[in-house]
């Protein structure tokens, strides 16, 4: 059974960034996340991680639909 709640780190490793993008997005609030503990540990739950995921399928899908490839000229 998968933890219901990731640390930065797990995150991290999830998406191939570093951790200090991982920090940064769940400061900027882009991630969702909550602070557990005495020393407010961040954590990270698999489910909003994955609705996260899915938003940027989305704003991807969104963005290429707005910017199609052009043809190029033959060489």
Do not use: C
């Amino acid at each position: 059974m998968e933890p219901r709640f990731l640390l930065l780190s797990d995150v991290a490793v999830e998406l191939n960034v570093s951790d200090s993008q991982v920090y940064h997005m769940v400061r900027s609030g882009e991630l969702p996340a909550i602070k557990i503990g005495g020393r407010g540990q961040w954590r990270v739950e698999r489910a909003r991680l994955e609705e996260y995921i899915q938003q940027k399928y989305d704003e991807t899908a969104e963005w290429v639909r707005g910017n199609p490839l052009t043809d190029r000229d033959p060489e």
